[in-house]
């Protein structure tokens, strides 16, 4: 997954991508990471069963500039608009959380997974015996980060 991010974002660089086909090969990577990570080793039984996508955490330059580009081009619904630095972008059940960064360049922070049958003691417990160091997120939420370092967060179906 890291050297196709890599990857795209090297074309992004040498002008084979625009920022929109950047977005969206991301999203397509990150969609399939998700579906590739709900299905278990061979041999071995997933511990934890991803349902669906919550969320993309999208860091832009400016947040009012992506938010009205993708709401006018493509139709996203806004919501969770602070007026100062973040916004929701709805693509049916995903949202596309669009934030102000401090980098100069747009990228994905983080993906937001839904886990079926939520037991956060449970879960924090499994990811502390892989080696990971689980934090709260939110009321109902934990993040970690992956082996390559990624942000990740998990959180109860709903």
Same mark, same amino acid.
């Given at each position: 997954?890291?050297?196709?991010?890599?990857?795209?974002?090297?074309?992004?660089?040498? %002008? =084979?991508?625009?920022?929109?086909?950047? &977005?969206? *090969?991301?999203?397509?990577? !990150?969609?399939? #990471?998700?579906?590739?990570? @709900?299905?278990?080793?061979?041999?071995?039984?997933?511990s934890l069963k991803v349902v669906g996508i919550s969320h993309l955490s999208y860091s832009v330059k400016d947040y009012k500039r992506t938010?009205?580009?993708?709401?006018?081009?493509?139709?996203?619904?806004?919501?969770?608009?602070? %007026? =100062?630095?973040?916004?929701?972008?709805? &693509?049916? *059940?995903?949202?596309?959380? !669009?934030?102000? #960064?401090?980098?100069?360049? @747009?990228?994905?922070?983080?993906?937001?997974?839904?886990?079926?049958?939520?037991?956060?003691?449970?879960?924090?417990?499994?990811?502390?015996?892989?080696?990971?160091?689980?934090?709260?997120?939110?009321?109902?939420?934990?993040?970690?980060?992956?082996?390559?370092?990624?942000?990740?967060?998990?959180?109860?179906?709903?």
């Amino acid at each position: 997954m890291e050297q196709m991010i890599a990857k795209l974002v090297d074309a992004f660089t040498e %002008g =084979k991508l625009n920022r929109r086909q950047l &977005i969206q *090969n991301l999203a397509i990577a !990150a969609s399939a #990471g998700a579906a590739a990570s @709900s299905v278990p080793a061979i041999g071995a039984e997933a511990s934890l069963k991803v349902v669906g996508i919550s969320h993309l955490s999208y860091s832009v330059k400016d947040y009012k500039r992506t938010r009205d580009f993708y709401s006018n081009l493509l139709g996203l619904k806004v919501s969770n608009d602070d %007026g =100062k630095s973040r916004c929701n972008l709805a &693509i049916g *059940n995903i949202n596309l959380i !669009a934030r102000n #960064g401090k980098e100069s360049m @747009s990228y994905v922070d983080h993906v937001s997974y839904y886990i079926d049958n939520w037991n956060k003691a449970a879960i924090e417990a499994n990811l502390k015996a892989r080696g990971l160091d689980p934090k709260p997120e939110g009321a109902d939420g934990i993040q970690f980060k992956d082996p390559d370092g990624t942000h990740v967060q998990l959180q109860a179906k709903k």
